[in-house]
């Protein structure tokens, strides 16, 4: 874990996020997927991960439709599901974000548009920027098997299309979600300054409400 390590000098003078593949305003321009889910009646949970959860969460938050998102870990068991545990990338979790939405304003598609498009960089193999290993990895954790399906055909339309510029690395997984512990909640939003926050966390939201103003709540 490498978040609490940046001197508050890192912060400084830096631009945008840039993604594998990415434009220079750090967004990859990925097509809209072809397969979506429909007719989805009450809110909707959609589990992701994608490196450090303060940024995804902080992102997620902004989109339009989203009800509420919270930090926690995917895979792994609840008996390990701590942040000092996870830490040791001995556990089998990744950090991700649980988002409920509600699917008549924002689709699962969209979601997963959104993710793929500046939320993180799948091609990044079990890291995202500075943090490294597995618990950073990219992964989706459907939540049904119309989840599934449609995640496994939007990597393959992306693959497809050549998107980026390297393989994407991100997986369909499956296992539970475990919130993390209350300090990590909203961190995005209550922390505004932290030097962590500054360096790869506001860059990322300011390329997602540029690029995609239409679903930025």
């Not at 001197?7 to 397969?35: C, D, H, K, Q």
């Not at 954790?141 to 599934?148: E, S, T």
């Not at 693959?159 to 539970?176: F, L, N, W």
Request: include cysteine; charge should be positive.
């Amino acid at each position: 874990m490498l978040k609490f390590l940046i001197p508050a000098g890192a912060a400084l003078g830096l631009g945008l996020l840039t993604l594998g593949g990415a434009s220079a305003e750090g967004v990859v321009n990925v097509p809209a997927p072809t397969r979506d889910i429909t007719g989805a009646k009450g809110m909707q949970t959609a589990v992701l991960a994608g490196g450090c959860f303060w940024g995804m969460e902080g992102l997620f938050e902004q989109v339009k439709g989203v009800r509420s998102v919270t930090s926690g870990f995917a895979g792994g068991s609840a008996g390990s599901a701590s942040y000092e545990q996870v830490s040791t990338e001995t556990t089998g979790h990744a950090e991700a974000v649980k988002i409920v939405y509600d699917p008549a304003v924002v689709s699962y598609g969209t979601l997963l548009r959104i993710y793929f498009a500046a939320a993180h960089d799948p091609t990044q193999l079990n890291r995202q920027t500075p943090d490294v290993g597995p618990s950073y990895r990219s992964a989706i954790f459907p939540q049904n098997q119309q989840q599934r399906q449609v995640a496994t055909a939007y990597i393959a339309q992306l693959s497809a299309a050549h998107a980026y510029k390297a393989p994407i690395v991100t997986k369909i997984e499956s296992g539970g979600f475990y919130p993390a512990e209350a300090y990590h909640q909203g961190f995005y939003r209550k922390n505004p300054n932290h030097p962590y926050v500054v360096r790869w966390d506001k860059p990322k939201v300011a390329a997602f409400r540029a690029a995609f103003p239409a679903l930025a709540s």
